[in-house]
């Protein structure tokens, strides 16, 4: 029903063809950058046949109320500790496993992965991205109900676009395994015309079980990278999803172990390891020896936690950070509100890509119709956001719910640190009357409150802050970006001279950098085999999703080698 | 001085088309890892003229008794601790610099070798190594007389094969900095036949200062491939040179200096930071907050010391193991027995692929007259050791010098543990009459002696070792070298099973394997751009020499991006 079954039969043998041609696609669009996807965003019948939602919906519906099913080894209790930000209750029990038959299995499963060789395991994880994309609704719901997500995002980010990352690291992977060559007669001259000849085999070794620990509001987005890496590279995956966002990951593990098991490998080469209510589970796995790989997203404390202890480990994490949007100038005023307004309002500011502090010259910006003054440019994107917000049928698509108690907190402490510019507000789900939907909250600061601003604040909550100039705006982005991280930064300004100074500024500090976005394109958004998604090169991150550092150092080559006849 | 205007003069008229066919040539090489190499190893007269060798004599002996020629920022002294193991002084002082000032003048580089670009960085890397080359006698015989390497081998090590090492980093760093397009313009279609188009650039952005730790035995070779993968990806290097072996790097240094000045650049982006007698300069080096990357080749305990303290910066280390020789059978008996003995005797078994443990059945081995007994097997390798040390004019030209002190006492410790089939002599060197001179020591061992030959000793010490099998003897590895690490393992076998569980125990354990070695290749010896040294698979080393993952986290790439018309 879906397009994954309607293009081509990807799980017979001519199916391969049909995926090595899409992984050609995929390499050449790593290197090249431009436009390329091979899951389609659209929700909509059109692409994906009138019946695939109401299939998903009821597929996702199937799982409420029971024990998911997934039977793996060691499993010794059910745990549930999902709750559904747009209220209604999810109550489905995971099996939690006893972590050493869990990781023996992991390990027993290996090396016929191993010896399966690049090729093979690249085919297969196509395979399983090609089945999750079958089960694309299923996977949206799934993430509506636990991040907050709207649909369409959840739709959107949860399912093509998490794909899509998936697949370029599974290209990634494909490119640095293949990068030598497998097997070379070296022939080295040895004087009077003779030479020594030696064959020569490189084996691709994988480093050992990975660990994938998910986060609660792209449990997809953010883990298929990971996982797709070290599995395409060779390594077992354990996948220890966020309590509260288990089921996106869970429909993982079960199509992805489907597929391993009708190719003729062992599943336990993907499993979920569950974590019961009172249990450290993340950090218990992450310090176990059998552990070669981690990959985590979510709070900096955890993840500078993780970098310190899971010494045995090669450990990628994506942390948090503080976005900046300096305006200094545009040519199009209200196209820079209503862009910005977009980006404060999507998913209630819970991404991490999301801007925190918008930095404005106290004496205003350089428009066409002459300057705007401090206030003329915060009351524009205040009364941006208020237009997105105001009708609750339109809003909560945007919006979406607020995913957990903590973001609640911190919009209440917000709006007690600045004059408060724009009121948060509740808004009544039309449809979900349980749903916790709260607008955008927009304090005034200024550049002195250096306190405030260089921490992050998580969810709908920005900061207007005042500097003396642009150059000060630029300043403080680099050194607190330096100091705090970032993963977005976005500038406005229609001199090149400004425009070249905050790309140098994004270059020392090493932030990805967005220029006068008016139009559809956000800050908050990038698209797979062409944006990074941060740059390793600040403290919100180590690595980057996804280039060839993210993959090369998840498998090694050993190498044997035989004297042969000259 | 302004590169971007003098450079393209500079390169145009100094080879730069020359140099970029070597960098297609390595490039191919590093893909295809047949025998290739730029730097011919051979020091006869025939090769690099008449006069080289009494040219680069002379210029080594000027340095002797001197101030090292070394214009560095921040030198507030003058430091000199080497001790040559041929025995005649060389009381060279080198500059010692305080290292704020050092660091700063390294940061300071930093930006105008960035924006020079991979291409010119790249270009400039290999005008270096040239330019080291042109001086490779100079350099062999700073080698010779700091390591008590035999001068052939410190010509070849210590000269072209450093430089082709060099030159594989630089390869890897330029292939890995133009892995995707500089910058593309994004085409998404946007519904109805529109598009929405941005136009992307993609920044190749250095981590920072780099560190390269030297190492007293082979200075260069263990320096060229971090020291030339960190520059060539944009990151200012200081090299803190082991104290005994100050003048292969110091040379390197300057030379290096002499062409990034001549090519319009900052000299300081490759300093020497030459340690005092009493100083622990590489930990505080090591732990400063401007190193974002560190090279280190020597002690386990200290390469520890560096994974967890250096926390800061990205650090490559290849540290000590444990490396073995399987002997099941041969076909070759009177080969197998010469090639090992080369092996275990040159310079005097202070390589980190020297093999230690040699791991023979008890009941012996199988060969085409028949069995030969365990004490035949041993007889045979004390005999050809005896044989190849027997001449002292023939011996020194093998095993060197010894390098510390360090090695003397392990070589009298070592005589105790067990029964020795053959003593360690002292030989006479007939043109350095104080230099330390050892031939190898063989001590007989049992599995059961696990303690003694699970640790590493480092010398010209090896252990012939009586097992139940051939069977007892991989799995005996196998666990060594997963617990211990290795850099190398060597079986010899007839038997094609024999030979396949003993690349599967390689595979498992993650070492380089060499099989049936009985000619002129020999197991501690590795090629540049077709054999890969370490595997970092096993705790022996965390990188390997030379491979994607060991460039590819040493740069950043930062994005930026600005919505064009469509």
């Known amino acids: 029903m879906t397009p994954a079954t309607q293009m081509p039969d990807t799980l017979t043998t001519d199916g391969a063809d049909a995926r ?27 692409v994906y046949g009138e019946t695939a939602a109401t299939e998903g919906k009821a597929a996702f519906e199937a799982y409420l109320g029971q024990r998911f099913p997934l039977e793996q080894p060691g499993t010794d209790g059910w745990v549930s500790t999902e709750r559904n930000p747009y209220g209604f209750p999810l109550e489905i029990a995971y099996p939690h496993s006893d ?39 299923e996977l949206a719901y799934a993430v509506q109900f636990t991040t907050g997500q709207a649909f369409v995002m959840a739709f ?25 060559a497998e097997r070379v007669v070296w022939r080295k001259p040895a004087g ?29 987005w953010n883990a298929y990278p990971g996982l797709f890496a ?15 966002a288990v089921l996106p990951l869970a429909i993982t593990v079960r199509y992805a172990r489907q597929v391993l098991t009708e190719a003729g490998f062992d599943p336990n080469l993907v499993t979920l390891a569950a974590q019961g209510p009172d249990e450290a589970l993340a950090s218990m796995l992450a310090t176990r020896p059998e552990i070669r790989i981690i990959d985590y997203t979510g709070s900096t404390a955890y993840g500078q936690w993780l970098e310190s202890h899971a010494r045995q480990a090669r ?3 994506e942390k948090a950070g503080v976005n900046f949007v300096v ?35 106290r004496d205003g910006i350089t428009t066409p119709n002459g300057r705007l003054s401090f206030a003329e440019v915060t009351d524009g994107i205040v009364a941006a956001v208020t237009a997105l917000t105001r009708e609750p049928a339109r809003a909560v698509e945007l919006t979406g719910a607020i995913v957990n108690e903590g973001v609640l907190e911190r919009l209440e402490r917000a709006a007690t640190v600045g004059e408060v510019l724009l009121a948060s507000r509740s808004v009544k789900h039309p449809q979900f009357t349980d749903a916790t939907v709260r607008t955008p909250l927009i304090v005034r600061l200024d550049v002195a409150d250096r306190d405030i601003y260089t921490a992050e604040w998580f969810g709908p909550i920005s900061f207007m802050v005042s500097t003396d100039s642009t150059e000060q705006s630029l300043a403080v982005m680099c050194d607190t970006v330096r100091e705090h991280g970032a993963l977005t930064a976005s500038v406005y300004a229609t001199d090149p001279a400004v425009l070249e100074a905050a790309e140098q500024v994004a270059i020392d500090s090493g932030v990805h950098l967005s220029c006068n976005l008016t139009g ?7 698209a797979a085999f062409s944006d990074f998604h941060a740059t390793g090169a600040n403290p919100a991150a180590n690595a980057t999703l996804v280039d060839a550092a993210f993959v090369a150092d998840r498998f090694r080559v050993v190498q044997s080698r035989y004297p042969v006849a000259s």
Chains 1, 2 share one sequence.
């Open 20 to 46: 090595s041609g899409v992984l050609q696609q995929a390499l050449a669009a790593i290197a090249e950058r431009g436009y390329w996807s091979r899951y389609p965003e659209s929700p909509s019948p059109r």
């Open 192 to 220: 009077r015309g003779t030479t020594v000849a030696v064959e020569k085999r490189y084996h691709i070794v994988p480093r050992g079980v990975a660990l994938v620990i998910g986060c609660n509001t792209f449990p997809t």
């Open 520 to 526: 559809g394109v956000f800050v908050n958004q990038s």
């Open 230 to 244: 070290s599995l395409a590279t060779g390594n077992p995956v354990v996948i220890k999803p966020h309590p509260r």
């Open 99 to 137: 972590v050493d038959t869990l990781l023996a299995a992991a390990q027993a499963a290996l090396p016929q992965w191993r010896q399966a060789g690049p090729h093979t395991r690249v085919d297969v994880c196509q395979r399983i991205l090609d089945r999750l994309h079958e089960h694309v609704f």
């Open 315 to 317: 450990v990628y994490t």
């Open 156 to 180: 959107q980010a949860g399912g093509p676009h998490a794909l899509d990352r998936g697949l370029e690291a599974v290209a990634y992977a494909y490119r640095e395994m293949t990068r030598q």
């Open 327 to 361: 305006i200094d100038s545009t040519d199009d005023v209200d196209g820079m509100f209503r862009n910005l307004a977009f980006s404060l309002t999507l998913y209630s500011g819970q991404m991490c890509t999301t801007p925190q502090n918008i930095l404005i010259p």
